[in-house]
């Protein structure tokens, strides 16, 4: 990626997304880019499914299915539980395809060297996210499918990414944002997102650990701030737990656990709210930014209501499935508002910049000095 030039020889140098080569207009690489992403969210939405049903071993060999190809297994035999594991793993199979002709469409059609190797990255993440899908039925293995999950998560980013640089819109971006943003506000958004993204490592542990539901009531929890944790406790409220959705006995790192994805919802909702309020203040309330943060905002809002409801329902497979894919599409959001308010910032101090230098030049060098 290249170094923003805008300021002029004399200028710091500073990393900028934005001021990579321009490649050409090419509008269908980013619907495709677009299509991809929207088909990813649908994959997380199939893979959310398959948790919250609790058939994620209803088919229990990989790559084949049931020794059958796995483009092959009759449809006939696509019934409870294998009709959703199936369906997940053809999809994974599409999304896989579409990701295959992204990159290589990528790597013939652009001119901007970072965005061709990030096409490239995509790839090899969506390589390793099906063997990780693999090797979670083939050994077993709960703690891989927490890893299935985060990758799912980087790999949603990674593509989102890609279609916003890819949009007539990030070409022309230079033009359309001219407004000043402090640096304060764009790592705000980036420690934002980086709450949602550990937010949903919290929920993917207690979803492939079976622990759910490790604290059934809200807003306390046990009728408790913060529940007891001892050995007794535990062991008196697996006594009576009778959830045949998550088995599993319930110990005190679940209960641990699901606070903290408690907690952090609420860090997250106080910080985004935050953040729109002061995007507002800063460009405006017309600016896209101002407009996508509200967006976040409200999707935060139904992201915790959706919480609410998986706890006090005794977790819905579709309730529980919504919350999931409502909170990857914040993710993404958030990744994308985080890389535009960066932008925003570095073009509006390059902006300024060449504004003292230009001062300067012309015999006013106060105002070059003053800063």
């Not at 398959?50 to 297994?73: A, I, K, Q, R």
Request: glycine share 8%; hydrophobic share 55%; with cysteine.
């Amino acid at each position: 990626m290249a170094v923003s030039q805008t300021a002029g020889a004399n200028s710091p140098q500073r990393f900028s997304f934005l001021n990579m080569s321009r490649s050409t207009d090419n509008q269908w690489l980013h619907r495709f880019a677009f299509f991809t992403a929207i088909c990813t969210l649908l994959l997380i939405g199939l893979g959310g499914l398959v948790t919250s049903h609790g058939v994620g071993m209803s088919v229990p060999d990989w790559p084949t299915t049931y020794g059958y190809n796995m483009f092959l297994f009759p449809i006939s035999k696509w019934v409870g539980g294998i009709f959703y594991e199936h369906t997940h793993r053809l999809f994974a199979s599409f999304v896989g395809f579409l990701t295959t002709i992204l990159a290589v469409w990528i790597w013939l059609k652009e001119s901007r060297k970072s965005l061709r190797w990030l096409g490239v990255i995509a790839f090899f993440t969506v390589v390793l996210q099906g063997v990780l899908g693999g090797l979670r039925v083939v050994l077993f293995k709960d703690q891989i499918g927490i890893f299935h999950a985060a990758l799912a998560q980087i790999f949603l980013i990674l593509v989102s990414v890609i279609a916003l640089f890819t949009s007539r819109w990030w070409q022309h971006f230079a033009n359309s944002e001219k407004n000043f943003l402090s640096d304060a506000l764009g790592r705000f958004a980036a420690v934002a997102t980086f709450l949602v993204f550990f937010q949903l490592l919290f929920g993917a542990t207690m979803r492939h650990q079976h622990a759910g539901l490790a604290v059934p009531d809200f807003p306390l929890a046990y009728g408790k701030i913060w529940p007891p944790t001892d050995a007794p406790f535990i062991q008196a409220i697996n006594q009576r737990r009778f959830d045949v959705t998550d088995p599993n006995p319930i110990t005190a790192f679940h209960i641990v656990i699901h606070m903290l994805h408690r907690i952090t919802a609420f860090l997250i909702l106080g910080s985004v709210g935050f953040l729109a309020v002061k995007f507002r203040q800063a460009l405006g309330t017309k600016a896209l930014l101002s407009r996508l943060s509200l967006i976040w905002f409200g999707m935060i809002v139904a992201q915790v209501f959706l919480g609410i409801v998986t706890v006090l329902k005794n977790k819905p497979a579709d309730i529980a499935t919504a919350h999931v894919v409502l909170g990857a599409a914040s993710l993404a959001m958030g990744a994308m508002i985080a890389i535009i308010a960066k932008e925003i910032s570095v073009e509006g101090k390059n902006s300024m910049r060449h504004r003292e230098l230009t001062s300067a030049a012309f015999g006013n060098p106060k105002v070059a000095l003053n800063k």
